[in-house]
């Protein structure tokens, strides 16, 4: 299903030229057109700022849950978006509308005139902008890409979170975990309280040497607070007590680690349900079962969908399918050139039979389709190509009643939910 053209787009459309790199950290160009705008940042309602490699969008959902639970009103931010841009702005509780998504992004392109500024950053001004003029309870913001140069990082938050730091984007933030996590540590602020998640002894001495340094109190998986799953339930320990709660609605054994986190977050700030957190939270492309139009193509067949694309993703993958009642796994996977094709199909090998590769269409920096089939072929998988998601599913289904996962990229994903959910 192809969505109808809007306002919106055409202004997105032009944001896109204002400067040519997708990606190119610093903070002068947004705190310069946030300065033009009488300064929006400074307005919002209270704000929990996340921050990490992995889990960010699943823990910022949980958070959300848990909030609205108890009568809460949020606005939040996240990104990339699947379907739509508007999925990124999240107001007062609900999806921006058209009619004012036009309107920030309007004020925004008038403020900034010709300057050079990223598509991100541009675009985190305007929700910026919507988020101070529409009264809400809590602010909740996902980092785009690190941390301490990241457009999001113009704001002194109630409480900073780091979920799972692990190696990604590289070529922006570093080649080492140190590098990297310093980097998502760059969030946390001078007496600000920060929620860590479990992490990599390297990973884990950098935020902790930052949060000392600037006197955030420090809230740490394996001291101040633990979760793990015991007799199907999720066990979380703080000093405040011990909770018994339910697995994550989300699938996978790494949802662990992000409900903990979160009910960590609710636990410091003091508010929200933990159960509502863990049970009730919702957020695409992460172990999503699939009953649509491509759905009814995969036949006996099980079609699931993911956006997972590091290696850390592919280790938490093949740990979810392991857990799932046993079911042949075919895989479909498209990746962009940028990520460690080979880290993430690595730990997949163990407990897929074939995969399909496939391009992603409309996605200039895509990874061929032969070039992922090299990979997944290298990795230890049978490999293949497929022109389309169409014919890989048709493919993939074909070999009965098993389990197809579609993964490797948000973008990937995001064409899957618009053109098939």
Not at 19 to 29: A, C, Q, S, Y
Not at 162 to 177: R, S
Not at 216 to 241: C, I, K, T
Not at 365 to 375: G, I, Q, S
Request: aromatic share 4%; net charge neutral.
């Amino acid at each position: 299903m192809t969505l109808p053209r809007a306002a919106s787009d055409a202004l997105l459309e032009r944001m896109t030229a204002l400067h040519p790199k997708i990606i190119d950290l610093t903070l002068e160009r947004v705190e310069r057109l946030l300065a033009a705008l009488g300064h929006p940042e400074a307005r919002l309602p209270p704000v929990v700022h996340v921050a990490g490699t992995n889990g960010k969008g699943s823990t910022l959902a949980m958070i959300r849950a848990g909030l609205e639970a108890r009568g809460r009103v949020c606005h939040a931010y996240t990104s990339p978006h699947l379907a739509r841009f508007h999925e990124r702005i999240r107001l007062a509780g609900r999806l921006i509308a058209e009619e004012r998504l036009s309107a920030v992004l309007d004020r925004c392109m008038e403020a900034n005139g010709e300057a050079p500024i990223t598509f991100f950053e541009i675009t985190t001004c305007a929700a910026f902008l919507a988020f101070a003029e529409e009264a809400a309870d809590w602010t909740l913001l996902e980092v785009g890409l690190g941390g301490r140069l990241d457009a999001t990082n113009v704001v002194v938050p109630r409480l900073s979170v780091i979920t799972p730091v692990d190696m990604d984007h590289q070529q922006y933030l570093g080649d080492t975990l140190g590098a990297i996590a310093g980097e998502k540590a760059g969030i946390i602020k001078r007496r600000v309280p920060v929620v860590v998640a479990r992490q990599h002894p390297e990973a884990m001495a950098v935020i902790a040497a930052r949060a000392e340094r600037l006197g955030a109190p420090l809230h740490a998986w394996g001291e101040q607070w633990v979760a793990e799953e015991s007799r199907g339930r999720l066990v979380y320990q703080d000093e405040r007590g011990l909770l018994d709660l339910p697995l994550p609605n989300l699938p996978g054994p790494h949802q662990i680690v992000n409900a903990g986190t979160a009910v960590a977050a609710l636990r410091v700030l003091g508010e929200g349900d933990p159960e509502a957190a863990v049970s009730r939270a919702e957020w695409p492309a992460r172990m999503q079962r699939l009953r649509g139009s491509l759905a009814a193509l995969a036949g006996p067949a099980e079609l699931w969908l993911d956006g997972g694309h590091n290696p850390a993703a592919g280790e938490a993958l093949a740990a979810t399918l392991r857990r799932m009642p046993p079911r042949p796994v075919h895989l479909v996977a498209g990746m962009l050139r940028t990520k460690d094709v080979g880290g993430f199909l690595r730990p997949l090998a163990a407990v897929a039979d074939r995969l399909w590769a496939v391009s992603i269409p409309g996605e200039a920096n895509t990874l061929p389709a032969e070039e992922t089939a090299a990979h997944a072929e290298a990795a230890g998988l049978r490999a293949g190509t497929a022109p389309s998601v169409e014919a890989a599913v048709r493919a993939a289904a074909a070999h009965g009643a098993g389990r197809v996962l579609i993964c490797g990229s948000l973008y990937l994903a995001g064409h899957v939910l618009r053109e098939w959910e």
